[in-house]
């Protein structure tokens, strides 16, 4: 039995050896021009967002910052610049105004935050000459512009930039506001006399359905021989939520709040105000407003007793004249001054100026009659 033993464990012995033969791996190849996968790198934590980069831009090595994307854009004109911005605390929106600062190029322009022009309006070259003394734009519901030329009269253009609607008379000045009936609002003060209405309340038509005269009210000796620009050069209406409207008589150094009969309901910041400008009545029921007097100043103003609740004086001599200040949503003001426009804090930090780069001002004139007038943000 030793024998065929024997031979049974040979035979397992040669089986062994076959099969480790067959198992062992062979030379590596690589199919030619196929190049090996590349390793997996290891994901980012789930805390950590990759910014995605264009094809020219490298992927950053650190986590970077992500700050809200900037629309509409615009094209930048070399002549302004944005050199303070504080993205986080600013208030969202486009900004129009009238732009006159170039007297052969006077237009309506509207920039986003960076500065860049995103819409504009060149005035025809038949109302050129009637940018002086400061022109009014501002936005209504529709999107439309509503826009005064001093002087000439008060248009409402559309995006397409068409006239739509048109109100002539030579001695419209500085405001026009669309009221929720449809009528237009404005201020008669360019050159007027004690003869002429200071207010008219205007319909789609061109009627005159309400007027009202400074001379009912201000008929002492002291306002008889006064004039600027006009005897009242009124510069600023408001309709109020009463029915009431708020009046600015830039000459007389006052607001005046009169009923729809015309009668004076009360008198605001007589001995207080000098040439003051465009009050703009907040929710709470004070007056934020222009003070022309040494330094021009932002003023909120309590309209009961006069008091200053707030003031931001303005003390860089080429921003000299100021003319308007608005609150924004978020709480800011923004201000307008002959040189820049510029959003401020209520605990005065300047988070946004836009600004003209070179000084094309060479007089105090050319400042109150070139330089920024009006400004307003368009929210988003």
Not at 171 to 187: C, E, F, P, W
């Amino acid at each position: 039995m030793k024998g065929p033993a024997v031979l049974l464990l040979f035979i397992l012995f040669i089986l062994v050896l076959l099969a480790a033969g067959c198992t062992q791996s062979g030379p590596e190849t690589k199919t030619p021009g196929v190049p090996l996968p590349a390793s997996t790198a290891s994901p980012a934590p789930a805390d950590i967002a990759i910014q995605a980069t264009s094809p020219q831009t490298a992927a950053p090595s650190t986590p970077t910052v992500t700050v809200t994307e900037v629309r509409p854009r615009g094209t930048m004109d070399p002549d302004f610049v944005v050199d303070i911005a504080v993205p986080e605390k600013i208030a969202p929106g486009t900004t129009i105004f009238p732009d006159n600062h170039n007297a052969a190029r006077p237009r309506v322009i509207e920039v986003n935050r960076l500065g860049e022009i995103v819409w504009e309006y060149p005035l025809p070259p038949e109302l050129i000459s009637y940018t002086n003394p400061g022109w009014d734009v501002e936005v209504l519901p529709g999107g439309n512009i509503l826009m005064l030329l001093p002087r000439n009269g008060v248009y409402e253009i559309n995006r397409d930039k068409q006239v739509v609607w048109k109100y002539l008379d030579s001695k419209v000045s500085h405001d026009a506001d669309r009221l929720a009936n449809g009528n237009t609002l404005v201020a008669f003060g360019a050159m007027d006399t004690a003869a002429d209405a200071q207010v008219k309340e205007i319909d789609s038509a061109g009627k005159i359905v309400w007027s009202w005269h400074a001379k009912d009210l201000f008929t002492g000796p002291e306002y008889s021989q006064i004039q600027d620009e006009g005897w009242s050069h009124t510069n600023a209406v408001t309709r109020l939520d009463s029915g009431n409207t708020l009046v600015s008589l830039r000459n007389f150094n006052v607001i005046v709040e009169v009923d729809p009969s015309g009668k004076l309901v009360r008198t605001i910041g007589k001995g207080l105000l000098e040439a003051q400008h465009d009050p703009l009545v907040l929710v709470n029921g004070t007056l934020l407003l222009i003070n022309h007097g040494k330094p021009h100043e932002v003023l909120e103003l309590d309209p009961a007793t006069s008091a200053i609740l707030w003031r931001f004086p303005v003390r860089i001599e080429t921003s000299i004249p100021v003319r308007d200040a608005n609150l924004l949503p978020n709480g800011n003001i923004l201000i307008t001054e002959a040189d820049r426009i510029v959003e401020v804090t209520k605990d005065k930090q300047v988070v946004w100026q836009f600004r003209i780069v070179s000084n094309p001002f060479t007089d105090r004139m050319s400042y109150a009659s070139r330089g920024f007038y009006k400004a307003e943000r368009i929210s988003v």
